[in-house]
């Protein structure tokens, strides 16, 4: 895939299936972004305490993924990189456009806050909550489809045999599908309704909220509310009707939240 100055595409493939020019910019764009919530999130006032997700920390590691697994891609203007695998690319792309935009929701609540980003119990330290919660899932996700820095996501391995076999009955070595696609596969084997249960359940697989499952997401979700016969009645008794559950919490507020019934049965 040879590189190529800028407004070229690095390749005569299709945008679709090879980065180009535009990526690389969207790329440096996000790493800029990151930089500057690195240093916004860093100031002493914030006062963020060391305990995950911690998001000095996840954006450091992040931009540091982040140009190891593009490198080969795009490499120094003027060299040649390697041509993406199967979804590898459309992965990247999607990624990384989901990556900015979280990344300028946090730098805008960073704006629009001011000093209430400094109040612990703020909405504006809820939400970067929140977004801290997502960078961490964008970053796991990140790894198990680049570990090592390689694409391996056609090769991703689901932990459940049932649904290792749905998932390559139904999209193969794709490492990721729209979630309308996955969707209508899963009602196939499972039952739930369109409507509000429907989108309780897009919320609780769609970790990095980005309209897309991933095959890492859906092992996750399958490993949490496993066996596979009865998953969906299973998500809805732990993560729709139980009254311990609730999402986008800290280790923190689940210790805060659990703290008085550490000693009482069930």
């Known amino acids: 895939m040879a590189a190529a100055g800028s407004g070229a595409s690095l390749s005569p493939k299709s945008s679709s299936q090879t980065p180009t020019s535009g990526d ?55 060299q040649g990189g390697q041509a993406p695998r199967g979804d590898e690319a459309k992965y ?49 996700e990140l790894r198990a489809m680049f570990p090592g820095g390689s694409y391996q996501g056609d090769t991703y391995s689901v932990t459940k045999p049932e649904a290792k076999e749905f998932w390559m009955r139904s999209f193969g070595n794709k490492c990721f599908v729209q979630w309308n696609s996955f969707k209508e596969q899963l009602q196939s084997v499972h039952a739930f309704e369109e409507g509000m249960e429907s989108m309780a359940l897009k919320s609780t697989i769609d970790l990095t909220c980005n309209d897309y499952i991933s095959v890492f997401e859906f092992d996750i979700f399958t490993r949490l509310f496993q066996p596979w016969r009865s ?17 986008f919490l800290t280790y923190d507020q689940v210790i805060a939240r659990l703290e008085h019934y550490l000693h009482r049965p069930g």
């Open 231 to 247: 998953l969906i009645r299973n998500w809805n008794q732990l993560a729709v009707t139980h009254p311990g559950y609730m999402a």
């Open 92 to 140: 990247l792309r999607v990624h990384i456009r989901n990556l900015l935009d979280k990344t300028d929701r946090a730098l805008l609540l960073f704006k629009e806050g001011r000093d209430k980003m400094f109040e612990d119990t703020s909405s504006c330290r809820r939400n970067l909550t929140k977004l801290s919660l997502l960078f961490s899932h964008m970053l796991w």
């Open 24 to 78: 690389r910019r969207m790329l440096d764009k996000t790493l800029k972004r990151l930089h500057k919530l690195g240093e916004l999130c860093t100031n002493p006032r914030l006062g963020l305490r060391n305990s995950p997700p911690y998001l000095p920390e996840l954006v450091s590691e992040t931009r540091t993924l982040l140009t190891q697994v593009w490198e080969p891609y795009i490499g120094p203007r003027g």
